[in-house]
Structure formats: structure tokens, C-alpha cells
């Protein structure tokens, strides 16, 4: 980046703002060469490196595609405002195509020459395939109208998919009679020697993709063929054609039997994006109707061999049709029917012939003056004419019906043919479809993509009737913790329970929507012309979901409760955008948690800087941890004796710009980040190689070493597994290493919590209840966890000499801690009468700032050493 932009920038104060900016986004200089790309950008073109961002345009685009930008910018420069263009590029090594909206800006010096272009890219890939998908689609509808041939049909289809998702090679299968076998349907691309080798395969639990989803009825996406037990015994024929990938979804009737599978192959190994998989289902459901068509074409056919043979060749020919079959006169009344007409509406064909179309389908067809169907009156010729009605069946239940009829000429007069078909599974697949589009899957609530359609309308409504709306940004307090103690499946209970609630919360107008995880939104409308009545409003609607989330909830059986954090922002004008709406709650939300947790708050612009700082240093653990930036200070643990016994390992953060950052600060933020995972395991590695090191050291050979463990640690399932091979590889000593934890983590789950003790235990690592008498404090739990020491909260040590109550519980902890076996330690101590206080209660052990601070290793031994020459 050129230093000149680079310092205009940061002048501005924009590069970190811009690197924030949830858009991809990038600066051109006149010249036409690219000086700034944002975070964003990179990210987005990083699956087009292998998923290696990068901020070099070159290892993008070609030189042609930035001369040809190049021009785009002189042409925005020329008109003076933005520009917008579609393009289709070719990124990245393996030059796949991608469809891009870009806007570029131009920008002018002082003397309104060209200095810089600023441009956003939005990447449609997904809008202009299905688009195209729409199209072939359309077009296989058309042959199968056309009475093309269903290989034709097929094959056809198949290239037009390919051409739509780069790197696929299609494949039908056709199940055989018997239901036992596949044969080869259509795959213009695959190898013939491989389509050879699988025509007649027979299905099974573990016969491939293919054949493994026509015995089961269910997809099966395979996206390492060489690595996947259900290609155990044809993974070499497919990998010695070059074929890694294999996602197969199973072709059904419309009676629900498996007729088929369309099959997706790729040369590289990889699994289906949500958008492919779905794009697969639907032509999955086009195909069956080429194929059941096909299939009923020659059932008809051998039908009517028959019924010539048998001479009852007209009626049967009509009854053994999956669709009904009317004929007409010319004055709307019914001639025939077939069987399928009377199953379709539910209607008895023994019963009383119904006399006209209206009477068949149970409803009211339009019709003209002379009484005859307005749709026959539209046909022309033998090519037809078609319509959608509503039919009702015998139980009552309304059926959307496609209605298509031809003109027969005879010479006496002309006879209508109508075709029924019941198209109620279409118009629900179709739903489905929109609902996943739409929807949230879990919680039934309107997406993010439904969401922000219906904030823009709002906007504009707000802006044109003159009323206010409000904008609300949910996030549940401490749900990463109940995922991680209870499990995902808890954690989409209580999703669903509070999605429930939020509903009931609000009128019937306003909007409540899920965007992912624990984040809700929801979205007021036709609010007061007064910004602060409508401030005051949709505090109203805000108290009334914290009371009704506040409420206890039954999750699997078990008591649960939990509260949000609610960040709002009331809105009028249209100038603003709807991320800038989004942000504004966001940060809200944010200075609501600030608060406190479980209340609301409306936004503050003040609070962007918190927020924006908050989010940096969550990147900056990570690098951190990378960089080698946290180091582990030790406190030292001193016996009645005065003697030095062991130390607590504290992590500390040297930053190398903020430099020493407190764990008060950052553990929290790690908690919150899933980070204390990597951390934690961390501070283990270290802690046990420490305990290697004082093992040299005949003066610290003996000492331990605590420590601290979190509730997300604990909670992992593997955690008994991380100790054992922590100290595996370092070689410590087993019996020297003493794990704290506190009473909050016996909250959820002892049980499990009880059975990882024991198991680390019986590696000789002991344990210690941290912060005792501050939280659970359940006796009954108490005495069955295998601990051996008991540590009394620096709350209580604090003041002991001059609170009776403190030194009330202070004692009352040694003597429990003796009546059950345990060693008490005291954290905390200041001061000599403080020490001597507890010592004369009888604690075992003490630490605290009196016996001295936390210190590097090094230190440490010197400060230990004074300690047993002074006590």
C-alpha cells in the first residue's frame, strides 16, 4: 500500500474503519493501479486463492481483466458520479468464473483532477446460477411438453447443469424393474469405460453413492470417495478415472418410490455448499417428471397392447393414466371420465356420473354467457390451452389443479379433452423451497435475507407516512456456556422456546427474525411521529420480552434460566442504510452487556469506540497466542511453616503494542471467543514443562503447581485426554500438578464433571475447590468430588480481622475442610496479621501478596528462598 495513501488514511482515521467494513471494498489510484483492499475483500477472494487471502490484485486478476477495468475507472471519472457494471471474472488459480456487481466512485483533488476510485464488489455467483439453473429447468419442462425422447431429456439437462457449477460431471441412474439394479441413464461427461462399469449394479448399504441412496431413499454426499467406507469396494475404479467426489440424492415418484439417482461427480474432493445440494434436490424433482412420464408413456403403452388384444382398448387406456381424463361437448357437459378423475377428487366410481367440470372437481369453474368453460373457449386448434384451478376433495380439502384441454374436430361435432392433474405436492415443494430461502430452519422465524427486505421496506414507509420504526438487536446472555456445558441439542431448545416468546411479544405487524446462533432481531413499525414517544414505545415492547424471557424455561426436563441483552435504535429517515441500522443495535447491544447483562439499551454513538476496541482485541488473542505474547507469573503457596510448598501459574499477556494487558480484561474476552480452549491448553504445556524444570532443582523438586481450569475446558469431552497427554509429553510429575476449580463450574452437569475428576485423578493430579464458599457451596456434591484442598476466597481473607462474619466462614472452611481430609489454603493474604489470624484457626497453607507477587520462574526461586530464610 503507497505510503501517501497510507498516511491520508490514517490522518482520516478511515483505515481502521474501512478494514471494519463488512463489504469488500478497494481503492485505484488515477493510473488504474489498486493501492487498498479491506479485510473483507481479501476474505472473499481467499477461496479463490485455496483459501489463501491475499491482498495482491495480481494473484487475482489477469493483466487484461485490470487493463479492461482500468477503462471503467476512466469512465467514472469522465461522468463524475458512480457507476455500476456486472462482470463475469476469471480468479484465482484455478480460473473459476465468478459473477461480480462492482460500484466505483471517483474521487477528486482540490483542483478536480482524478485521484482516486473507490469501489465495492458483491459477488452474485449464486444469483446467476439459479437463474441459469431456472432456465434449464424451464427448458426440461419444455421437452417433456414436446414428447422428446427421455435420454434426450437427460442428457440435455445434465449439460446445462455442468455448464452452471464449474467441475461437475452429472449423472442419472435408472433403477431397473425389479428394484434391485441401476443402469445408466444419462452422463455426457463421465468417463464411458467408468458409466460401463457401473450400468447394472446392484443397490446396497454399501454400494457407493449412488447405490447406497437408491437402497436407502436418503442423500449421501460423499466428499472423499478414497477415504469412505461406502466406496470401499469401487473407489479404485473411480479414482483410476480421476473421479474424488461423489454427492448422490435419490429420484422419487410421486408415490415416493426410489425410480432413480442424479448424482454429482467432481475431480477434487469436497462437500456440497448448501446452495448446491439444493440446486441438486430440485433437478432431483424435475427428472422424476421426465422419468415417471417416461415410465407411464410405456406403461401405456404395454397397456394398450393388451387392452387391443383383449379388445377393451378406449376405457382401460383412460383408467391406467396417472392423470385424470375428461371429454367435453361443446355445451360443458361430461362424455367420459377415467378412473383417475374420481381417485384424484376422492369421489366413488360406482357413484352417480358427475354431469359437468364444476361437478366433478367440486367447485365453481368460470364461465361464459353461453355456458360453457371460459379455458375451452380459449383453445385453438389441437394445440390446447391450460389453466390452474382449485378443486375440492370428497374430505373437504381445497387442491390447487392444473387444467389443460384440446380441441378433438369430428364431423357431427367437436369433442374437448381435458387433463386433470393434482399439483399439490409441486405447490408444497415449491413453499419449502421458499421457506428455505427465507426462513430459519430451527426456530421457523424470517432469515437474515427476508429480514433485510423487509427493514429496507420499512425504511421506506417510515420516510413516506412520517412515522418512526425501531429496530431491536437480541443476544442471549451466556449461551455459549449452556452449549458447552448441555450440549448444541439444549441450546436449539431454548432457541425455539425463546423465538416462541419473542412472537408473543409483538404486534401482529412487526417483525421478529433470527440471523444466526443466539442473535434475534425484531422490528417495530408505525410508531409515533414524536422520536422520543416512539423511543418510549419501543421501550415498552423491549421491558415486556425482557420479562418474558426472563421467565424459567424447561429444557429437556431441567430448569433453566437465562436473560438478553437488548440494543435499540429508532429510525425515520431513509438516508441511512440497513447495515448502518444493524451496527447502531449492535453496538446498543453491546453497551446493554456493559451494563450489566439482562436489560436494554438504545444506541449511543460514544459506545462504537468501546465496541470496535472490543473486537480488535478479540482478533489479537489469537496472534497472540501465535506470537508467543502470553507468558504463565507464578505466586507462591507457603506452609504453617513458613515454608515455600509450591505456586499458582497465572497467565499474563505482554502485547506488543498495549503491553501488559490484565487477565481481567482478556480471559473474560477469551471465555466469550471459545479461545480459553487453545489458551488453556496452553497454560497446561507450560505449567508441566515448568514442573520439569524445578525438578532439576533440588531446592524446587518437590514443589506443586496449580492450575487454574475453566468451565469451557472441563466441559469438552476430551479434556481428560489433553491432561494425560500433557503430561505424557513433558514427563512431569503427575503428583506435583494441582488443577483449581471453582464452585460455579458444579452448577451444570456434576455428574460428568465427578466421572473426568476421577479419571484424572487416577493419573495422580490432585484438585483444588477454588473461591470455596462464594458460589454452589452443596455439601452433598461436596464430599463425593475427589479433592484435597479446600482454598478460602480473598474476599473473606480481607477482612477477617475486622469482620465477624468473615472470620466466621473462614474458620468454618478449616474446620470442614478437616472434617472431610482436606488441606485449607487461604489466597489472598496482605498482610502478617492476617497470616497469623488464620494461622491460629489452624489453615494449612497461605498466599497473597504478603509471601509476594506473581512472578516469572526466575524470580520466583529467589522469592521463595527469602521466604524460608524469613518465616
Known amino acids: 500500500m503507497p505510503d501517501k495513501f497510507l498516511r491520508t488514511l490514517q490522518q482520516h482515521d ?66 463524475g458520479s458512480a457507476v455500476t457494471h456486472e462482470d463475469v471474472l476469471q480468479v484465482g488459480y484455478q480460473h473459476d468464473a465468478r459473477h461480480t456487481l462492482t460500484t466505483l466512485v471517483p474521487l477528486f483533488d482540490n483542483q478536480a483532477q482524478p485521484q482516486f476510485i473507490v469501489g465495492s464488489t458483491v459477488d452474485i455467483t449464486e444469483q446467476r446460477q439459479l437463474q441459469q439453473q431456472n432456465a434449464a429447468e424451464r427448458g426440461l419442462l419444455e421437452m417433456l411438453a414436446s414428447d422428446v425422447p427421455l435420454q434426450d431429456i437427460m442428457s440435455e439437462f445434465i449439460l446445462r447443469y455442468e455448464a452452471i457449477f464449474t467441475g461437475v460431471m452429472g449423472s442419472v441412474l435408472l433403477m431397473d424393474e425389479e428394484g434391485k439394479h441401476l443402469r445408466h441413464g444419462a452422463a455426457p461427461n463421465l468417463p464411458i469405460e467408468y458409466c460401463k462399469a457401473i450400468d447394472g449394479g446392484a443397490i446396497g448399504p454399501s454400494a457407493g453413492s449412488c447405490g447406497t441412496a437408491a437402497f436407502t431413499g436418503k442423500e449421501v454426499l460423499v466428499s472423499d470417495i478414497a477415504n469412505d467406507p461406502l466406496w470401499a469396494a469401487y473407489k479404485e475404479l ?10 448422490s440424492v435419490p429420484i422419487r415418484s410421486t408415490k415416493g418410490k426410489v425410480i432413480g439417482t442424479f448424482a454429482n461427480y467432481y475431480g477434487v474432493a469436497r462437500i456440497p455448499s448448501d446452495s448446491e445440494l439444493q440446486s ?4 432431483a424433482y424435475l ?41 367435453l361437448d361443446l355445451n360443458g357437459r361430461i362424455h367420459t371420465f377415467n378412473n383417475a378423475a374420481c381417485r384424484m377428487m376422492g369421489r366413488d366410481p360406482e357413484a352417480p356420473r358427475p354431469q359437468t367440470l364444476s361437478e366433478l372437481l367440486g367447485t365453481q369453474l368460470p364461465l361464459n354467457a353461453q355456458g360453457h368453460l371460459e379455458l375451452l373457449s380459449t383453445v385453438d386448434g389441437i394445440e390446447g390451452a391450460s389453466a390452474e384451478v382449485t378443486g375440492r376433495h370428497a374430505n373437504g380439502a381445497i387442491r390447487p389443479i392444473s387444467v389443460s384441454a384440446s380441441r378433438i374436430p369430428h364431423t357431427e361435432h367437436d369433442t374437448f379433452v381435458v ?68 450440549g448444541h441439542d439444549v441450546g436449539d431448545e431454548l432457541l425455539q422456546q425463546v423465538a416462541y416468546r419473542l412472537r408473543n411479544c409483538v404486534r401482529e405487524g412487526d417483525s421478529v427474525a433470527r440471523l444466526g446462533g443466539d442473535e434475534f432481531v425484531v422490528l417495530l413499525e408505525g410508531l409515533s411521529e414524536n422520536r422520543t414517544e416512539a423511543a418510549n414505545q419501543a421501550e415498552v415492547v423491549a421491558h415486556k420480552i425482557l420479562d418474558a424471557l426472563a421467565l424459567p424455561y424447561s429444557l429437556r426436563g431441567h430448569g433453566y434460566n437465562s436473560t438478553p441483552s437488548i440494543g435499540i435504535v429508532v429510525f425515520m429517515e431513509d438516508h441511512e442504510t440497513m447495515d448502518d441500522l444493524l451496527k447502531k443495535a449492535d453496538v446498543a447491544m453491546y453497551q446493554a452487556k456493559a451494563a450489566g447483562r439482562n436489560t436494554a439499551r438504545f444506541f449511543d454513538p460514544v459506545m462504537q469506540a468501546a465496541v470496535t476496541t472490543h473486537a480488535e482485541l478479540a482478533k489479537e488473542i489469537r496472534l497472540g497466542l501465535q506470537r508467543h505474547e502470553f507468558v504463565l507469573h507464578y505466586q507462591v503457596q ?68 496449580a492450575v487454574n481450569v475453566s468451565a469451557s475446558q472441563l466441559a469438552q469431552p476430551e479434556f481428560v485426554a489433553s491432561v494425560r497427554e500433557a503430561l505424557q509429553r513433558s514427563g512431569a510429575p503427575a503428583g506435583q500438578l494441582k488443577l483449581e476449580l471453582t464452585e460455579s463450574m458444579l452448577v451444570d452437569d456434576v455428574e460428568d464433571i465427578i466421572v473426568k475428576m476421577m479419571a484424572i485423578k487416577e493419573l495422580g493430579v490432585s484438585f483444588s475447590l477454588d473461591d470455596f464458599g462464594t458460589g454452589y457451596s452443596s455439601l452433598s456434591y461436596l464430599k463425593r468430588l475427589p479433592l484435597s484442598q479446600l482454598k478460602i476466597d480473598q474476599s473473606f481473607v480481607r477482612d477477617v480481622l475486622t469482620d465477624p462474619s468473615d472470620a466466621v466462614i473462614a474458620r468454618t472452611v478449616v474446620a470442614l475442610g478437616q472434617s472431610l481430609g482436606l488441606t485449607v489454603i487461604a489466597e489472598g493474604v496482605e498482610t502478617a496479621e492476617q497470616r497469623d489470624a488464620l494461622a491460629a484457626m489452624q489453615c494449612d497453607a497461605f498466599q497473597g501478596y504478603y509471601f509476594g507477587r506473581p512472578a516469572p520462574a526466575d524470580a520466583l526461586i529467589l522469592s521463595a528462598g527469602t521466604q524460608n530464610l524469613n518465616l
Open 419 to 486: 387433463t386433470l392433474r393434482d399439483i399439490t405436492q409441486q405447490r408444497q415443494d415449491e413453499e419449502e423451497i421458499r421457506r428455505l430461502a427465507f426462513y430459519d430452519p430451527l426456530t421457523g422465524l424470517p432469515n437474515r435475507r427476508l429480514l433485510m427486505d423487509r427493514v429496507r421496506q420499512a425504511m421506506v414507509n417510515s420516510a413516506r407516512l412520517g412515522q418512526h420504526g425501531a429496530l431491536m438487536f437480541l443476544d442471549l446472555d451466556h449461551f455459549k456456556l449452556l452449549n458447552d456445558t448441555l
Open 638 to 705: 507457603i506452609d504453617g511453616q513458613g515454608r515455600c510448598t509450591g505456586a499458582e501459574a497465572l497467565v499474563r499477556w505482554n502485547h506488543r503494542v498495549r503491553g501488559l494487558v490484565s487477565p481481567a480484561h482478556f480471559i473474560p474476552l477469551a471465555e466469550e471467543t471459545g479461545m480459553i480452549l487453545p489458551l488453556g491448553e496452553w497454560v497446561m504445556e507450560s505449567a508441566c514443562q515448568q514442573l520439569v524444570e524445578w525438578s532439576r532443582n533440588p531446592m524446587t523438586a518437590h514443589w506443586t503447581l
Open 14 to 79: 478511515l483505515i481502521r474503519l474501512l478494514e471494519g467494513v463488512p463489504v469488500p471494498l478497494f481503492v485505484k489510484d488515477a493510473q488504474g493501479h489498486v493501492v487498498y483492499v479491506n479485510q473483507c475483500w481479501r476474505e472473499s477472494m481467499a477461496p479463490a486463492l485455496g483459501g489463501a487471502p491475499t491482498d495482491r490484485v495480481g494473484d487475482i486478476l489477469s493483466e487484461e481483466q485490470l487493463v479492461f477495468f482500468h477503462r471503467r475507472d476512466l469512465e467514472a471519472f469522465g461522468t
Open 287 to 327: 427428472l422424476s417428471l421426465a422419468i415417471e412420464n417416461d415410465l407411464n408413456d410405456r406403461q401405456i403403452r404395454q397397456d394398450r397392447q393388451a387392452i387391443e388384444e383383449a379388445g377393451l382398448y378406449r376405457q382401460a387406456i383412460l383408467d391406467s393414466m396417472v392423470d385424470g381424463l375428461v371429454t
Open 280 to 283: 441438486a434436490r430440485r433437478s
Open 238 to 247: 473411480a479414482l483410476s478415472h480421476g473421479l474424488r467426489a461423489c454427492w
